[in-house]
């Protein structure tokens, strides 16, 4: 069996979702999944071996004739998309039911199964213009997916600044296939290496899809969308969408000729966006907005790797370039994974006590032992520790970083300060998600909403344990994931196609399993121990203090306060402050708040700068036809001073 | 056979020896200080008797309090038998070991920083903050000085690496290593082990509410973290490759004595540091590790 | 081999100008720029080893009592007349001043092999140092507000200038020494004299408050 008939019918049931997700919820359901299992089958197919599957068709759709092509790149991204959108399916069935949300929830399942087709043209169409219409397509889904809950005021403004950042990024994109098909004479993609000529057209890709990954300081509509949306699309999002705008960098950059600067500039872009988005992470109240951030940190982790393909590329085809390539590729698949999972604990809180704020919650574990569970999982996975799945993927850009470095060539130079910016990006993360996990989940309740949590249900929790074995499977067994980025690499670059795990991944899967015995072993005895010598329990040390309250636990700005500061000339926080006055002082107040510096303070001010300027030029609009012939023989005039000049034709 | 051997022996040596190492910095500092000092084996004695006792759970703490400390002492050992025994090498030597040892290191400090939360203290919050911002710096810090000795033997094999002759930029390491090596063990002037002020605290007030056979497994593994990093340190400043077994043995003792030592005249001869000024602290080791990277480089390019 | 001995002191040079850049007391930062100045006004012996003489000996002796004694001695009277120990705040924090002095050092091994050099100061790291120095001293005149720092950061820099002045010794020995320790002396003569009327008309050191002019 080819993949040809798979995919049909995968697009033919989400075809059929659309229509039907508005009126038959459970249909749907089942629609959805089959279209999502048919459409990982046909990927898995491709990158188990089976040869890659191109598709022409007999008619044409705007001129074009219909160009399909699934190789091993489009295979590994579409396997991410099914996992997603399944997974998000399946979540959404009691995150935004029908009975609590009774007319967006039609809307959403609509949308949903439209988001997953556009995705997946965008994934297997090899045409300049139907991408370019594909991509359009699932910009569009994914506005109307935000603003799913569209009474609010903050998702409404959420919603507008991804549209237009995402079509300042289209703009881009129709540059660059434009000047593409110009150039080659045609809208027809493939490899073209071959053609020097296109090289300064990657810097275009660059920042067209760039936009929609979300790397540093591209990045600025990511954190209020994925903030705003309900859980289940900010996990498709973060997981899936964001992997687009690589999935472009990634296939463009393999089937075009590449600047040699390309992998200076890619590196230094994914260092940077590593260390100042998990910089604003850390310093977040709002534990959507922290997730969000986290995944710019994440997608510079993924730019570091590709950069250092792309620089191994211009510098002799080095072994390292594969090996942070792999990584890079691995990660694509493993921050979908663990942020979907997080994103989907986000939303089993959210849901639960209706709040994003974590200096409101508390001591939740109590209450939802399953999601505070699966949160530390992810926790534990995005802070890339053994023996989970992220440490492997960060584990192989380390090493290809550090074969690049001992090579001493000139990419070491790129190298070195890239390892040193991913290393203090890894503590950063840590020391996020171990104050986002400890205030959500630990200590006492600090306001009233977190003291009557409940946990999730079933179709939430299932999705949450897909995604958790999927985490721990890929950190225990990385030898099983190998031949398959061998492949998507080998797909990448002809050159590259190497059979052998130039890491030791068998070593280290074993490590890995033999740590994770050991810890169970290690948590268990030693409960049954402390159980054996005596237990009691008793309140917490307060250092004598006669009235302790819930209050008084750290807070997660307070958690952040230290990092906060070293870094205060980025964040650029707002504060409002009013000091306790007199001796018996009625109230104090002390507000943070911490903006998307590159939204508010660059882009906001040049945009306020520039309406001023086009106001002003306005005035020259009035009405009066005197003026306006004035303004016709003013030109006339300029014309015949510039012809008198010698201004030639 | 021979391997499972091995492996006890290691971790005999490994768990046996490293509760002397805080005994001979509170020795050496009782001696600066004029007074007698407990024994030298005083840890000995207070892992066997915490051993024994019960414990006390805050009424806010979930099983993951006593979870915590066990997953720490099980990553902390880990890296300990990643951690190559000069001639004698390590139970498991693989290309990139060196990065799986950092990050156990890191599973240890989340799993510390976890447990504190779990009491629901605004002490416990206060050193968690404290670890985990300055754990930034160190970890900087320790990646610049892999580097070094990285781009030095030209291997990410922890084995290799530390095995050669030292570099031109011995000095420069030995200085930054020993600067993380103060503080990520929480020594003076970074944390006072000390102190009995909670607000000044860092690493004691995080394992504030332990107690009993938890808070020895903490301990535990705080002086097996500091065994490891004197290893680190002795051998990769001291040219022990190129000697027979015994001498480098020898060495090897020598140093780890010398690094001990060390730490007690610094913990009795520094004041701590007021908490603004340790990024600075940090910051200078961060460039000593950076410019023994730098003089790895150059000593190889030419 | 001497070429060794004269990288290790240069090295150490420019380690102290890191320190400087640290250190927020003022006996620290005069330390570290007397220290500097001996290291460096050792040099004359170890580039000239072969053919000592006694004019380069009196050079050498005249460097270490100005730079090592007179100096610092000078400094440390306008201190202690100023009653200030410590900058508290800088312009420029010590940590991104620090930073920067680590970056304009690599920046300044990386810029001395691209300049067109003798062969023999090729290798050693005699531009580099002077040009450390030099940023040196231009960030601690940036970033310090305190008229002491700022004449410490100046003398820095008169050491950067006596570094580069040394690869001119074989030709002209020491009419560099004598000129650059002359007009150094001077400088601090009269940077001292103006301290101290600073102080005893505006009653601080801080010059913010310079901005009014007054009789």
Same mark, same amino acid.
């Given at each position: 069996?080819?993949?040809?008939?798979?995919?049909?019918?995968?697009?033919?049931?989400?075809?059929?979702?659309?229509?039907?997700?508005?009126?038959?919820?459970?249909?749907?359901?089942?629609?959805?999944?089959?279209?999502?299992?048919?459409?990982?089958?046909?990927?898995?197919?491709?990158?188990?071996?089976?040869?890659?599957?191109?598709?022409?068709?007999?008619?044409?759709?705007?001129?074009?004739?219909?160009?399909?092509?699934?190789?091993?790149?489009?295979?590994?991204?579409?396997?991410?998309?099914?996992?997603?959108?399944?997974?998000?399916?399946?979540?959404?069935?009691?995150?935004?039911?029908?009975?609590?949300?009774?007319?967006?929830?039609?809307?959403?399942?609509?949308?949903?199964?439209?988001?997953?087709?556009?995705?997946?043209?965008?994934?297997?169409?090899?045409?300049?213009?139907?991408?370019?219409?594909?991509?359009?397509?699932?910009?569009?889904?994914?506005?109307?997916?935000?603003?799913?809950?569209?009474?609010?005021?903050?998702?409404?403004?959420?919603?507008?600044?991804?549209?237009?950042? &995402?079509?300042?990024?289209?703009?881009?994109?129709?540059?660059?296939?434009?000047?593409?098909?110009?150039?080659?004479?045609?809208?027809?993609?493939?490899?073209?290496?071959?053609?020097?000529?296109?090289?300064?057209?990657?810097?275009?890709?660059?920042?067209?899809?760039?936009?929609?990954?979300?790397?540093?300081?591209?990045?600025?509509?990511?954190?209020?969308?994925?903030?705003?949306?309900?859980?289940?699309?900010?996990?498709?999002?973060?997981?899936?969408?964001?992997?687009?705008?690589?999935?472009?960098?990634?296939?463009?950059?393999?089937?075009?000729?590449?600047?040699?600067?390309?992998?200076?500039?890619?590196?230094?872009?994914?260092?940077? &966006?590593?260390?100042?988005?998990?910089?604003?992470?850390?310093?977040?109240?709002?534990?959507?907005?922290?997730?969000?951030?986290?995944?710019?940190?994440?997608?510079?982790?993924?730019?570091?790797?590709?950069?250092?393909?792309?620089?191994?590329?211009?510098?002799?085809?080095?072994?390292?370039?594969?090996?942070?390539?792999?990584?890079?590729?691995?990660?694509?698949?493993?921050?979908?994974?663990?942020?979907?999972?997080?994103?989907?604990?986000?939303?089993?809180?959210?849901?639960?006590?209706?709040?994003?704020?974590?200096?409101?919650?508390?001591?939740?574990?109590?209450?939802?032992?399953?999601?505070?569970?699966?949160?530390?999982?992810?926790?534990?996975?995005?802070?890339?520790?053994?023996?989970?799945?992220?440490?492997?993927?960060?584990?192989?850009?380390?090493?290809?970083?550090?074969?690049?470095?001992?090579?001493?060539?000139?990419?070491?130079?790129?190298?070195?300060?890239?390892?040193?910016?991913?290393?203090?990006?890894?503590?950063?993360?840590?020391?996020?998600?171990?104050?986002?996990?400890?205030?959500?989940?630990?200590?006492?309740?600090?306001?009233?909403?977190?003291?009557?949590?409940?946990?999730?249900?079933?179709?939430?929790?299932?999705?949450?344990?897909?995604?958790?074995?999927?985490?721990?499977?890929?950190?225990?067994?990385?030898?099983?994931?190998?031949?398959?980025?061998?492949?998507?690499?080998?797909?990448?670059?002809?050159?590259?196609?190497?059979?052998?795990?130039?890491?030791?991944?068998?070593?280290?899967?074993?490590?890995?399993?033999?740590?994770?015995?050991?810890?169970?072993?290690?948590?268990?005895?030693?409960?049954?121990?402390?159980?054996?010598?005596?237990?009691?329990?008793?309140?917490?040390?307060?250092?004598?203090?006669?009235?302790?309250?819930?209050?008084?636990?750290?807070?997660?700005?307070?958690?952040?306060?230290?990092?906060?500061?070293?870094?205060?000339?980025?964040?650029?926080?707002?504060?409002?402050?009013?000091?306790?006055?007199?001796?018996?002082?009625?109230?104090?107040?002390?507000?943070?708040?911490?903006?998307?510096?590159?939204?508010?303070?660059?882009?906001?001010?040049?945009?306020?700068?520039?309406?001023?300027?086009?106001?002003?030029?306005?005035?020259?609009?009035?009405?009066?036809?005197?003026?306006?012939?004035?303004?016709?023989?003013?030109?006339?005039?300029?014309?015949?001073?510039?012809?008198?000049?010698?201004?030639?034709? | 056979?021979?391997?499972?051997?091995?492996?006890?022996?290691?971790?005999?040596?490994?768990?046996?020896?490293?509760?002397?190492?805080?005994?001979?910095?509170?020795?050496?500092?009782?001696?600066?200080?004029?007074?007698?000092?407990?024994?030298?084996?005083?840890?000995?004695?207070?892992?066997?008797?915490?051993?024994?006792?019960?414990?006390?759970?805050?009424?806010?703490?979930?099983?993951?309090?006593?979870?915590?400390?066990?997953?720490?002492?099980?990553?902390?050992?880990?890296?300990?038998?990643?951690?190559?025994?000069?001639?004698?090498?390590?139970?498991?030597?693989?290309?990139?070991?060196?990065?799986?040892?950092?990050?156990?290191?890191?599973?240890?400090?989340?799993?510390?920083?976890?447990?504190?939360?779990?009491?629901?203290?605004?002490?416990?919050?206060?050193?968690?903050?404290?670890?985990?911002?300055?754990?930034?710096?160190?970890?900087?810090?320790?990646?610049?000085?892999?580097?070094?000795?990285?781009?030095?033997?030209?291997?990410?094999?922890?084995?290799?690496?530390?095995?050669?002759?030292?570099?031109?930029?011995?000095?420069?390491?030995?200085?930054?290593?020993?600067?993380?090596?103060?503080?990520?063990?929480?020594?003076?002037?970074?944390?006072?082990?000390?102190?009995?002020?909670?607000?000044?605290?860092?690493?004691?007030?995080?394992?504030?509410?332990?107690?009993?056979?938890?808070?020895?497994?903490?301990?535990?593994?705080?002086?097996?973290?500091?065994?490891?990093?004197?290893?680190?340190?002795?051998?990769?400043?001291?040219?022990?490759?190129?000697?027979?077994?015994?001498?480098?043995?020898?060495?090897?003792?020598?140093?780890?004595?010398?690094?001990?030592?060390?730490?007690?005249?610094?913990?009795?001869?520094?004041?701590?540091?007021?908490?603004?000024?340790?990024?600075?602290?940090?910051?200078?080791?961060?460039?000593?590790?950076?410019?023994?990277?730098?003089?790895?480089?150059?000593?190889?390019?030419? | 081999?001497?070429?060794?001995?004269?990288?290790?002191?240069?090295?150490?040079?420019?380690?102290?100008?890191?320190?400087?850049?640290?250190?927020?007391?003022?006996?620290?930062?005069?330390?570290?720029?007397?220290?500097?100045?001996?290291?460096?006004?050792?040099?004359?012996?170890?580039?000239?080893?072969?053919?000592?003489?006694?004019?380069?000996?009196?050079?050498?002796?005249?460097?270490?009592?100005?730079?090592?004694?007179?100096?610092?001695?000078?400094?440390?009277?306008?201190?202690?007349?100023?009653?200030?120990?410590?900058?508290?705040?800088?312009?420029?924090?010590?940590?991104?001043?620090?930073?920067?002095?680590?970056?304009?050092?690599?920046?300044?091994?990386?810029?001395?092999?691209?300049?067109?050099?003798?062969?023999?100061?090729?290798?050693?790291?005699?531009?580099?140092?002077?040009?450390?120095?030099?940023?040196?001293?231009?960030?601690?005149?940036?970033?310090?507000?305190?008229?002491?720092?700022?004449?410490?950061?100046?003398?820095?820099?008169?050491?950067?200038?006596?570094?580069?002045?040394?690869?001119?010794?074989?030709?002209?020995?020491?009419?560099?020494?004598?000129?650059?320790?002359?007009?150094?002396?001077?400088?601090?003569?009269?940077?001292?004299?103006?301290?101290?009327?600073?102080?005893?008309?505006?009653?601080?050191?801080?010059?913010?408050?310079?901005?009014?002019?007054?009789?």
């Amino acid at each position: 069996m080819t993949p040809g008939p798979l995919l049909l019918f995968a697009f033919l049931t989400l075809a059929t979702g659309v229509v039907v997700g508005v009126r038959l919820s459970r249909t749907w359901l089942g629609l959805t999944l089959a279209g999502t299992v048919s459409g990982l089958s046909a990927a898995l197919m491709v990158l188990l071996g089976a040869p890659d599957w191109e598709w022409r068709s007999a008619f044409s759709l705007g001129g074009e004739f219909v160009h399909l092509r699934l190789d091993g790149v489009s295979a590994l991204f579409l396997v991410l998309l099914c996992m997603g959108g399944g997974a998000g399916a399946i979540y959404a069935r009691d995150y935004w039911s029908e009975h609590r949300y009774p007319d967006s929830a039609p809307r959403g399942r609509a949308w949903w199964s439209a988001m997953l087709l556009s995705m997946g043209l965008v994934l297997t169409v090899s045409n300049g213009l139907h991408f370019l219409i594909a991509w359009e397509l699932f910009a569009l889904c994914g506005y109307f997916l935000i603003t799913l809950d569209r009474q609010r005021r903050e998702v409404r403004s959420a919603g507008w600044v991804y549209l237009v950042a &995402s079509h300042a990024g289209t703009v881009f994109l129709f540059a660059f296939f434009s000047t593409l098909a110009a150039r080659t004479g045609g809208w027809d993609l493939g490899p073209m290496r071959e053609q020097t000529g296109l090289a300064p057209l990657f810097w275009l890709a660059l920042v067209g899809f760039g936009v929609k990954a979300g790397f540093f300081p591209l990045h600025i509509w990511l954190p209020s969308a994925h903030a705003n949306a309900p859980s289940h699309v900010s996990a498709i999002m973060s997981g899936v969408a964001i992997k687009m705008g690589i999935y472009g960098i990634v296939r463009f950059s393999g089937w075009l000729p590449v600047p040699s600067a390309a992998g200076w500039v890619v590196i230094g872009l994914g260092a940077t &966006s590593a260390l100042l988005g998990i910089a604003f992470a850390f310093a977040q109240n709002d534990f959507k907005r922290l997730l969000a951030y986290s995944s710019v940190e994440n997608i510079g982790v993924i730019l570091i790797g590709v950069g250092a393909a792309l620089l191994a590329v211009t510098h002799g085809d080095a072994l390292w370039g594969r090996l942070a390539f792999a990584g890079a590729l691995l990660h694509v698949w493993n921050h979908g994974a663990f942020k979907s999972l997080l994103f989907f604990g986000a939303g089993s809180v959210l849901h639960a006590t209706g709040t994003r704020e974590m200096s409101k919650l508390g001591g939740l574990w109590r209450t939802m032992l399953w999601t505070a569970g699966f949160f530390v999982l992810g926790s534990l996975a995005v802070s890339a520790l053994p023996p989970l799945n992220g440490f492997v993927s960060e584990w192989l850009v380390y090493l290809g970083l550090f074969d690049a470095a001992t090579s001493k060539g000139p990419a070491a130079w790129a190298a070195m300060p890239a390892a040193i910016m991913l290393a203090m990006a890894g503590a950063l993360a840590m020391a996020s998600f171990a104050k986002a996990g400890a205030m959500i989940f630990l200590g006492a309740p600090r306001t009233q909403v977190a003291t009557h949590a409940h946990e999730c249900g079933m179709w939430m929790r299932g999705p949450m344990l897909a995604l958790a074995v999927v985490c721990v499977t890929i950190g225990l067994a990385p030898i099983l994931f190998w031949p398959v980025v061998a492949r998507v690499v080998g797909s990448w670059r002809p050159a590259w196609i190497t059979m052998e795990a130039p890491a030791p991944l068998l070593t280290l899967g074993a490590v890995h399993v033999g740590l994770a015995i050991l810890v169970l072993m290690a948590a268990a005895w030693l409960w049954r121990k402390a159980h054996a010598n005596s237990l009691r329990r008793g309140l917490t040390w307060d250092c004598g203090y006669a009235m302790p309250a819930a209050r008084m636990q750290y807070t997660s700005a307070s958690f952040g306060g230290i990092v906060a500061g070293w870094f205060g000339w980025v964040l650029q926080p707002e504060r409002k402050m009013r000091r306790p006055r007199g001796p018996f002082p009625a109230e104090a107040i002390r507000l943070e708040r911490i903006p998307e510096t590159v939204l508010d303070r660059i882009i906001g001010p040049v945009s306020v700068a520039i309406m001023q300027v086009s106001t002003s030029v306005r005035r020259l609009q009035h009405g009066r036809l005197q003026f306006y012939i004035l303004y016709v023989v003013a030109g006339l005039i300029a014309l015949g001073v510039l012809v008198l000049l010698g201004g030639a034709p | 056979m021979n391997l499972i051997l091995d492996l006890v022996l290691r971790l005999a040596v490994w768990m046996l020896l490293a509760p002397l190492l805080p005994g001979i910095i509170n020795k050496v500092k009782a001696r600066v200080a004029g007074r007698r000092g407990p024994p030298v084996l005083q840890l000995y004695y207070d892992l066997a008797k915490l051993w024994r006792k019960g414990v006390v759970l805050s009424t806010l703490a979930s099983p993951g309090f006593v979870a915590g400390p066990a997953v720490a002492w099980v990553a902390l050992t880990g890296a300990a038998m990643l951690m190559p025994l000069g001639p004698a090498g390590s139970i498991l030597s693989f290309r990139g070991d060196v990065l799986l040892l950092i990050y156990l290191l890191a599973l240890a400090r989340f799993c510390t920083a976890w447990a504190a939360m779990e009491t629901g203290s605004a002490f416990e919050g206060m050193g968690a903050a404290r670890e985990v911002s300055y754990a930034v710096l160190a970890e900087a810090a320790i990646i610049a000085a892999v580097l070094s000795l990285s781009v030095q033997t030209g291997s990410v094999s922890l084995v290799t690496m530390l095995s050669p002759s030292a570099g031109a930029g011995a000095v420069l390491l030995a200085a930054g290593l020993f600067t993380v090596l103060l503080a990520e063990n929480c020594r003076v002037p970074f944390d006072d082990p000390n102190t009995h002020l909670e607000l000044t605290m860092i690493h004691e007030v995080m394992v504030l509410d332990h107690s009993g056979p938890p808070l020895a497994a903490i301990l535990h593994g705080a002086s097996v973290k500091l065994l490891l990093f004197a290893l680190l340190l002795v051998q990769a400043v001291l040219p022990t490759g190129k000697s027979s077994p015994l001498v480098a043995a020898g060495a090897l003792v020598a140093g780890v004595l010398v690094v001990t030592v060390s730490v007690g005249l610094v913990e009795s001869f520094l004041a701590r540091l007021a908490f603004r000024r340790v990024p600075l602290l940090l910051t200078t080791a961060f460039l000593f590790c950076l410019f023994a990277l730098l003089v790895a480089w150059k000593g190889g390019a030419e | 081999m001497s070429g060794e001995a004269l990288n290790l002191l240069i090295g150490l040079a420019m380690g102290l100008n890191l320190l400087a850049l640290g250190t927020s007391r003022l006996p620290s930062l005069i330390r570290a720029m007397s220290a500097q100045g001996m290291l460096l006004g050792l040099m004359p012996l170890l580039l000239e080893a072969e053919n000592l003489d006694w004019r380069i000996l009196l050079v050498v002796l005249a460097t270490l009592v100005g730079k090592g004694l007179v100096i610092p001695g000078l400094l440390r009277r306008a201190m202690r007349a100023a009653n200030i120990e410590r900058e508290i705040q800088p312009f420029l924090g010590y940590v991104p001043s620090l930073l920067l002095g680590a970056c304009g050092t690599i920046a300044a091994v990386a810029l001395a092999r691209a300049l067109p050099l003798l062969p023999e100061h090729a290798r050693s790291l005699l531009v580099p140092g002077a040009i450390a120095s030099v940023l040196t001293g231009f960030i601690l005149m940036i970033g310090r507000v305190k008229a002491i720092s700022q004449v410490c950061g100046y003398l820095i820099l008169e050491n950067g200038i006596y570094l580069f002045g040394l690869l001119l010794i074989h030709s002209t020995p020491w009419l560099v020494e004598s000129g650059i320790l002359l007009d150094v002396t001077v400088g601090v003569f009269i940077i001292g004299i103006i301290v101290d009327r600073i102080q005893r008309d505006f009653d601080s050191l801080d010059t913010r408050k310079l901005t009014t002019l007054r009789e």
